[in-house]
């Protein structure tokens, strides 16, 4: 005879007879629910369908015909005797061993004696006896004859069990048989029969729910039979998968940077994050932080795709080259579909996308919103935007290399979040920013790691190498970085040792304009070196307004800022659209189709900057595509601003070339000081000229004691810091600056009393 036994967990169901304790066998009912169970009984369902029974809704009582059967074959005698049990047993059911018999009529004899002791008359066991017969025969008689083998048969009941039902399942366990019970509507029936739990154990964990009104063996049976006709959809798995998000800590950009080595070490997973901050942190370094992420993937070897607000639609070519056909099932689509699918370099990086393709549009199916023919549109859009960018992301791909996909903003429809949840189950990085909180994004999914942060920015575009950057300092901080900083690097750097430079604006207090200016530039914060490409700051700003109303302290602090590399414009405007300028006639020729065609600019004759080294050539060229790219300029691919802009940076006064050409991109930069004291609005072409200078890595400083628009009257966007130091004066006149005294040094005590 076997005993029931308690289990540690539901697996050890699945221990054969041989590595289980003496005798042990389970009985257990399940009244609660959640996935671990769910996936329990889809398992143990497919073990009693191969070696056991299965039962819903109860066990049929005898018919007619099953009685008639019976007494023809066994008669109707009976008796409560271990001997009499033996030998009907061997007649009714020949292919039991003598030891399974043995165990089988032991448990019908103690079940029949317990109700005889119950007050059971000849007469209810003997009909007691029969049923029992008959069931083991006509629903039993599969499982009979491995009762003791090591593989140990299964039964599963589902339903509202009766007194006799009990009694039976109980002869079968103590004979040998692994039973489940699904108590899918509760307790109350069956505590009814066995009060005090001596046939069977109730299974309780943590964390368990009632069942789903709609759950049933049915539903898993359907499941297990989806299930199989979709593993005909996968073909071969892969031998490696993801393990999303395993490591994240919570601390935003450094999650996503942390080098793949060490993310995790098992050569089955591949290490990838599926991650959107929502807001940011810091509304003034924001900028910084994204674009120094961008610098530090590129560092370290990562693929990149950015993506700005939206995935823009497959076009009718990218849609074509999507072999497809008439679908009548979603299944048929998705196996046909799947084909287009291919990645020959790596066949185990193909097996991953097709799975995840199969996975995701497979849950989309089960979606009622989504009839066949629109899911076959997202699958087409899926399949379009993998070749779209597959050469992009995995471009030479081994493992355990990761890929990162930005999206910046808000996913605004449900196909973009389908895409970026497929991507997620690659090895790619999928990171969405949205820093505006007044955008929502659609996507869900349970392997997306979210990051909140309480402030909102809006920002219309990702600030990569090629954008305006910001970059932020409070005083202390940059009078303690510079004091560090001053002992470093100052021998490290060749003369012109890099050609490539990005230009970032520090954003100041006014005082700190007088501490920078004469610093050089990798003293100054923010300064960087990443990837051959230097990080130049620079300061950008007009000052408005003149401090405590004095026009010699004004003139004389600007005075101070003057030096060999500073270039100082005192007549408004410094460039006139009447000026003559050779390459005006030819602007036309140098850009066409939104592209600026540099090597015919360096071929034309009235091209002027052929003298400069070629990389300078190539940098300032860089630079003016970068400014009519950023549509900086007022009227930019609006009215033919662009070719103003090419004629204007073409025809740059030699004084201004000169100091381009020596300038080292790790020393002092060139300067620009235009002072204007009248009414008169600064030219277009000077606003293009500052602009240009800006991304070349000059300082620029407007004074403008008035305080009226000035140069900003032809951006587009805020570019430039404007500081208000003081009351506005007019009818200056800007002075011979040799008169001007340099403001004296004030002693301390001039400094604590604020008098001189």
């Not at 935003?252 to 599926?274: A, M, S, V, W």
Request: with cysteine; glycine share 4%; aromatic share 12%.
């Amino acid at each position: 005879m076997f005993e029931h036994k308690m289990l540690e967990n539901l697996n050890q169901y699945f221990n054969t007879l041989s590595a289980r304790n003496k005798g042990e066998v389970y009985f257990y009912r399940i009244a609660g629910y959640n996935e671990g169970i769910k996936n329990f009984i889809k398992k143990y369902y497919e073990a009693a369908r191969r070696s056991g029974v299965v039962i819903e809704g109860r066990i049929s009582n005898p018919n007619e015909n099953n009685l008639s059967y019976y007494e023809e074959i066994m008669g109707m005698d009976f008796l409560l005797d271990m001997g009499f049990l033996i030998s009907s047993l061997q007649k009714w059911l020949p292919r039991m061993n003598d030891y399974q018999r043995k165990n089988v009529a032991t448990s019908i004899y103690d079940t029949l004696e317990q109700m005889r002791q119950e007050g059971k008359n000849d007469s209810m066991l003997r009909n007691a006896y029969i049923k029992f017969m008959c069931w083991l025969y006509y629903k039993f008689e599969r499982i009979v004859n491995q009762l003791g083998n090591d593989e140990i048969p299964k039964i599963l009941y589902e339903g509202e069990i009766s007194n006799y039902e009990l009694k039976m399942l109980t002869i079968l366990s103590n004979a040998g048989c692994d039973i489940v019970f699904l108590q899918i509507h509760g307790e109350e029936a069956y505590k009814k029969l066995d009060s005090e739990s001596k046939y069977s154990i109730l299974y309780e964990k943590e964390e368990m729910l009632p069942f789903p009104k709609e759950f049933s063996i049915a539903t898993i049976r359907n499941e297990i039979e989806q299930e199989r006709k979709n593993r005909q959809l996968y073909g071969i798995l892969p031998d490696v998968m993801n393990a999303t998000n395993i490591w994240i800590e919570g601390n935003g950009f450094e999650d996503i940077l942390k080098e793949i080595q060490l993310r995790g070490t098992d050569p089955n997973l591949f290490y990838n994050c599926f991650y959107r901050m929502n807001g940011v942190e810091d509304k003034l370094t924001y900028l910084n932080e994204l674009y120094q992420f961008q610098l530090q993937l590129k560092t370290n070897g990562r693929r990149i795709v950015i993506v700005e607000n939206s995935i823009s639609c497959p076009t009718i070519d990218e849609i074509q080259k999507i072999r497809r056909n008439s679908y009548t099932t979603p299944e048929q689509m998705i196996l046909d579909l799947s084909h287009n699918i291919q990645y020959s370099a790596n066949i185990q990086l193909q097996r991953v996308m097709i799975k995840a393709f199969v996975d995701l549009i497979l849950e989309e199916s089960r979606n009622p919103d989504n009839n066949l023919n629109k899911l076959t549109n997202k699958a087409v859009y899926l399949l379009c935007w993998l070749q779209r960018y597959q050469p992009e992301l995995f471009s030479n791909w081994n493992m355990p290399d990761i890929s990162c996909f930005i999206y910046f903003g808000s996913c605004k429809n449900e196909t973009e979040a389908l895409f970026l949840r497929f991507l997620a189950r690659l090895p790619i990085d999928v990171v969405i920013l949205n820093p505006n909180l007044n955008t929502k994004c659609c996507l869900t999914d349970k392997l997306l790691f979210e990051k909140n942060y309480d402030n909102s920015l809006v920002i219309e575009k990702f600030p990569s190498e090629n954008s305006d950057v910001h970059m932020t300092t409070v005083a202390y901080q940059a009078e303690r970085e510079l004091d560090t900083m001053m002992y470093q690097g100052s021998g490290l750097y060749r003369n012109q040792q890099y050609t490539k430079a990005v230009s970032v604006s520090l954003q100041t207090i006014y005082e700190e304009i007088n501490i920078l200016w004469n610093q050089e530039l990798k003293y100054r914060p923010n300064f960087s070196v990443i990837d051959n490409v230097v990080n130049l700051p620079v300061i950008f700003a007009k000052v408005s307004g003149v401090k405590n109303g004095s026009a010699m302290e004004y003139w004389s602090e600007i005075k101070a800022l003057f030096n060999e590399d500073t270039i100082v414009v005192k007549d408004v405007p410094f460039i006139n659209s009447t000026d003559a300028n050779p390459i005006k006639a030819h602007a036309t020729e140098f850009f066409k189709n939104g592209r600026l065609n540099k090597t015919k600019i360096k071929e034309h004759p009235c091209y002027q900057y052929s003298f400069l080294r070629d990389e300078m050539q190539e940098y300032m060229l860089d630079k003016l595509a970068l400014l009519i790219e950023q549509r900086t300029i007022k009227g930019t691919f609006e009215n033919g601003t662009e070719y103003t802009i090419i004629s204007t940076v073409l025809n740059l006064k030699k004084e201004m070339i000169r100091m381009i050409q020596k300038f080292d991109f790790t020393k002092k930069n060139p300067k620009l000081i235009y002072i204007n004291t009248t009414e008169k609005i600064i030219s277009l072409e000077d606003s293009i000229m500052t602009a240009f200078l800006n991304l070349i890595g000059f300082d620029i400083v407007f004074f403008v004691p008035t305080g009226y628009q000035n140069v900003e009257k032809y951006f587009n966007r805020k570019v430039l810091e404007e500081y208000q130091i003081g009351e506005y004066l007019y009818d200056l006149h800007t002075p011979n600056f040799d008169l001007i005294p340099l403001h004296p040094r004030r002693s301390w005590r001039d400094k604590i009393f604020k008098r001189g």
